[in-house]
């Protein structure tokens, strides 16, 4: 089944919905992934970086991101040093992901579908918002749902004439870094991708979860044993067709 046009397009909002958005990070009940010494110096990096900009050099960075934005997707500064503004966020899954009724395309129940990969959304957010809560934000808005711990999101930037992806920490915030890389997106664009099979906390999924897991790579299985079978076939009777043109055996 194929998603809808709203997906590629959509806009949502962390600010349009509850506040628990804010808080999320601390509530939710999945374990924590162990970080890394690389990641978890890149959040030490930002957090530094964030504690040391004064309200000043926020305004201007604010000021300068607003000059060189050729939309209108603007930033706001409020008095407390708190800015918000718009991250476009593309999606690059390769597995299905699980639908909630009453979701896009008057979807009943829960049914799986394939997202077309390179589907932007644009998510507006504050400068308080996590990886984490963006993810789940993205997730709550197409009512996937698949546990959000199954997802990560990248940012994806180009230094030299080369691209590079690096995944982001949970606790990092979007849209400073958008804020200090500016507007472009060839300096910096985030992408939301699934986990890899080694990070995956699966403890932190139900039974009914891990089942669905079990029938998806049942049917990639079955799929690549078709391919490699038809493949092999043919090469098969191209070998006989071959020796019988040579007057051989077969």
């Given at each position: 089944m194929s998603w809808t046009s709203t997906m590629s397009s959509g806009y949502s909002s962390l600010e349009?919905?509850?506040e628990e958005y804010f808080f999320?990070?601390?509530?939710?009940?999945?374990?924590?992934?162990?970080?890394?010494p690389t990641k978890l110096k890149d959040v030490e990096k930002e957090k530094e970086?964030?504690?040391h900009l004064t309200y000043e050099a926020i305004r201007q960075k604010v000021e300068q991101y607003n000059t060189e934005s050729r939309d209108h997707f603007k930033m706001t500064l409020n008095t407390n040093?708190?800015?918000?503004?718009?991250?476009?966020?593309?999606?690059?899954?390769?597995?299905?992901?699980?639908?909630?009724?009453?979701?896009?395309g008057g979807v009943k129940g829960q049914e799986a579908f394939y997202l077309p990969r390179g589907s932007i959304n644009t998510l507006h957010i504050s400068s308080t918002n996590t990886v984490?809560?963006?993810?789940e934000a993205l997730l709550r808005k197409f009512t996937v749902a698949d546990n959000p711990a199954k997802f990560a999101l990248f940012k994806r930037f180009s230094r030299e004439d080369q691209v590079y992806t690096c995944k982001l920490s949970e606790e990092e915030h979007p849209l400073f870094l958008r804020l200090v890389a500016g507007p472009s997106t060839d300096a910096l664009s985030f992408v939301l991708k699934e986990q890899q099979t080694g990070e995956?906390?699966?403890?932190?999924?139900?039974?009914?979860e891990l089942q669905n897991f079990l029938r998806i790579l049942d049917k990639?299985?079955?799929d690549q044993i078709c391919s490699i079978t038809k493949r092999y076939n043919a090469y098969r009777e191209k070998l006989e067709e071959a020796m019988r043109a040579t007057g051989g055996p077969g």
């Open positions: 349009e919905d509850s999320t990070a601390r509530t939710s009940l999945f374990k924590k992934p162990s970080l890394k970086l964030r504690t040093g708190m800015y918000t503004g718009f991250i476009k966020v593309q999606l690059d899954l390769r597995r299905p992901i699980t639908v909630k009724g009453g979701g896009a984490r809560q963006v993810i995956v906390l699966w403890d932190a999924f139900s039974i009914p990639e299985e079955q």
